[in-house]
């Protein structure tokens, strides 16, 4: 079994900060890619951001300089670090993740969500 646990939502005032984690746990051999989703009210999750277990970083037009997305491979947590909160940024973020585990099957994984809200 896999779990994906994360922490670190919650209410903030626009223009303030956030930080997201998220940590894997289980039967694991190997993570691949490590991301972030969100999904606001009324509209389909999109991608926020990601990262491989090389290092690269992927991250939407509307988060790029404001967001950084950040990896600990010794604890299988991924984090996100979000400042200059805008209201817009509003929603329910997940954590995701490509894991391989010890059967060397590989799957996806899903947290189970995380409320941010950001006032204005």
């Given at each position: 079994?896999?779990?994906?646990?994360?922490?670190?939502?919650?209410?903030?005032?626009?223009?303030?900060?956030?930080?997201?984690?998220?940590?894997?746990?289980?039967?694991?051999?190997?993570?691949n890619v490590m991301g972030w989703y969100r999904?606001?009210?009324?509209?389909?999750?999109?991608?926020?951001?990601?990262?491989?277990?090389?290092?690269?970083?992927?991250?939407?037009?509307?988060?790029?300089?404001?967001?950084?997305?950040?990896?600990?491979?010794?604890k299988n947590t991924v984090y996100l670090q979000?400042?200059?909160?805008?209201?817009?940024?509003?929603?329910v973020y997940y954590c995701q993740a490509n894991?391989?585990?010890?059967?060397?099957?590989?799957?996806?994984?899903?947290?189970?969500?995380?409320?941010?809200?950001?006032?204005?």
């Amino acid at each position: 079994q896999v779990q994906l646990v994360e922490s670190g939502g919650g209410l903030v005032q626009a223009g303030g900060s956030l930080r997201l984690s998220c940590a894997a746990s289980g039967s694991i051999f190997s993570i691949n890619v490590m991301g972030w989703y969100r999904q606001a009210p009324g509209k389909q999750r999109e991608l926020v951001a990601t990262t491989i277990s090389g290092g690269r970083t992927n991250y939407a037009d509307s988060v790029k300089g404001r967001f950084t997305i950040s990896r600990d491979n010794a604890k299988n947590t991924v984090y996100l670090q979000m400042n200059s909160l805008k209201p817009e940024d509003t929603g329910v973020y997940y954590c995701q993740a490509n894991i391989q585990n010890t059967l060397l099957k590989r799957s996806e994984y899903w947290g189970q969500g995380t409320q941010v809200t950001v006032s204005s």
